[in-house]
């Protein structure tokens, strides 16, 4: 990769992607709403200040670019209203994307979210649980938020931009991101509150393994056209084993499989087998670890060569990391 465009930089995910690209000497520019001072303090050596819906903006920071990791959006329905989050995100994803295949880009990764099932931030009573576990790409959707419908017309959006532009493009469901501070703030909400955790089926990962997700989905050789991932942390972010989590707060949701210990029920093959990917950092929750597949990501992928519900402050837009 000579150069990568990152939107959303100053985000949540964003720094941590920036961190990721500066350890393997990536350059990287960075297009941020808001200007923030110093470009080092972004570990980017370019930084645009502009909207990622506005196109000029957005060509301007494709110069010398020849992937997009896409990861500009506000971060949940409940930041905007559902008319501002719809189409604020649907808008960025498209111009970001079309302006990056008129510009001869080829691959390019975007954040989707595990909140594309629609279960996170449903409202309706009975709340609609998924119609089985383990969540996979082809489970039913029960959207009803603005935030979900936002990131499924954004896959979508991928899946044309492949057909319009001969463009890779990879969208990345994600589940709760955070740093260790965040994940054992939220492990400790969810010991307390264990079917708080069961719209998201009680998966977190850790913001430098989200990072190599998005740098692997550029790099990673064979994969084509605009798949849809799940990636996640091998094991959930609660002491209880899942079968009793299940049993207990998704009782009449059908299980493929089963899942033994702490196992997250998310169908994580996809990602192994297309990136490499697994995730290195599980947290430790009290009460058991569940060590996942540490293979340097090499052993499954080789890099190609040439090209490639918890709104913080972040540029704009936010990305919601669940």
Same mark, same amino acid.
């Given at each position: 990769? #000579?150069?990568?465009? &990152? ?20 350059? &990287? ?26 196109? &000029? ?5 494709? !110069?010398?670019?020849?992937?997009? @990791?896409?990861l ?23 111009? &970001? ?16 979210s ?17 119609? +089985? ?9 029960? @959207?009803?938020?603005? /935030? ?44 307390? !509150? ?9 998966? /977190? ?10 740098v ?18 091998p ?11 299940? #049993?207990?707060?998704?009782p ?13 029920? @998310? ?13 290195? +950092?599980p +947290? ?5 670890? @569940? ?24 540029? +704009? ?5 669940s």
């Amino acid at each position: 990769m #000579a150069r990568v465009l &990152v939107t959303g930089a100053a985000g949540r995910l964003g720094t941590a992607v920036l961190a990721e690209l500066a350890g393997r000497g990536v350059p &990287v520019t960075a297009l941020v709403a808001e200007d923030v001072g110093d470009a080092g303090e972004l570990r980017a050596d370019r930084v645009v200040v502009g909207d990622a819906r506005d196109p &000029v903006a957005v060509a301007d920071a494709l !110069d010398g670019v020849d992937a997009v @990791i896409h990861l500009a959006a506000l971060a949940s329905p409940e930041v905007a209203a559902p008319e501002v989050v719809f189409g604020t995100n649907t808008q960025a994803t498209f111009v &970001v994307l079309n302006e990056a295949g008129r510009a001869g880009v080829r691959r390019a990764v975007l954040a989707s979210s595990l909140s594309v099932t629609g279960l996170p931030f449903a409202r309706s009573t009975p709340r609609p649980q998924p119609a +089985y576990l383990p969540l996979d790409t082809e489970l039913p959707l029960c @959207i009803e938020d603005p /935030y979900a419908l936002s990131k499924q017309v954004d896959e979508a959006t991928a899946a044309m931009m492949h057909r319009r532009h001969g463009m890779t493009a990879v969208a990345l469901r994600l589940p709760f991101l955070g740093d260790p501070d965040r994940l054992g703030g939220h492990a400790a909400r969810l010991a307390g !509150d264990p079917a708080g955790g069961a719209a998201e089926v009680w998966s /977190y990962l850790d913001l430098r393994d989200a990072a190599r997700a998005c740098v692997l989905g550029l790099t990673a050789s064979g994969v084509t056209g605009a798949p849809v991932l799940f990636v996640a942390a091998p094991d959930t972010l609660s002491a209880t084993p899942t079968r009793e989590l299940v #049993a207990t707060h998704l009782p009449d949701v059908p299980c493929r499989a089963t899942f033994p210990e702490r196992s997250v029920p @998310i169908d994580l093959a996809p990602a192994r087998r297309l990136l490499g990917f697994s995730a290195r +950092y599980p +947290y430790p929750v009290a009460g058991g670890l @569940i060590s996942g597949d540490t293979r340097d990501d090499s052993s499954a992928k080789q890099p190609e060569s040439g090209s490639a519900r918890h709104a913080d402050r972040t540029s +704009y837009p936010q990305e919601r990391t669940s």
